[in-house]
């Protein structure tokens, strides 16, 4: 859906138009596919052998070349990125993505995963582990 808020409105019709914007998407909807878009890209990059670890919409993984991150606008920070999965981003993007970043690890262009993000996949894969067992145990 088009973001369709029109601005420059008169001050009187401020807060119309902010109930307008409030009413215009369905916010539950659109934090879900964000949080499954992370959850997507997360399952990607691991699958690729690519360390990296989700927090709600936030994806933490090994930092890419300094061309990679600067063309998909990753927060790096020493040996780590992180990207968040907003809205706008949809599967084929996550694809590209993910595509590039495993190009990446195959010309020996991605830095070392950190101890701490080595720990933090580890435990986030585990507790999934838990919760897909828990699951499956409780609809037998």
């Not at 890419?64 to 990753?74: F, G, H, I, K």
């Not at 582990?129 to 409780?138: K, L």
Request: charged share 25%; aromatic share 6%.
């Amino acid at each position: 859906m088009a973001d369709s808020l029109v601005l420059g409105s008169p001050q009187e019709s401020c807060a119309e138009a902010w109930l307008a914007r409030l009413r215009q998407f369905d916010w539950s909807a659109e934090l879900k596919r964000c949080y499954d878009n992370a959850a997507f890209l997360t399952e990607e990059l691991s699958a690729a052998g690519i360390t990296a670890a989700r927090q709600h919409i936030n994806v933490l993984m090994q930092r890419p070349s300094d061309e990679l991150a600067t063309r998909w606008q990753l927060m790096c920070v020493d040996e780590e990125a992180q990207i968040f999965c907003m809205p706008h981003l949809d599967r084929a993007d996550l694809c590209r993505f993910a595509h590039e970043m495993k190009a990446e690890m195959l010309t020996h262009r991605l830095y070392e995963p950190t101890v701490r993000l080595s720990a933090v996949s580890g435990m986030l894969l585990a507790s999934s582990r838990d919760h897909s067992e828990m699951g499956a145990a409780g609809g037998a």
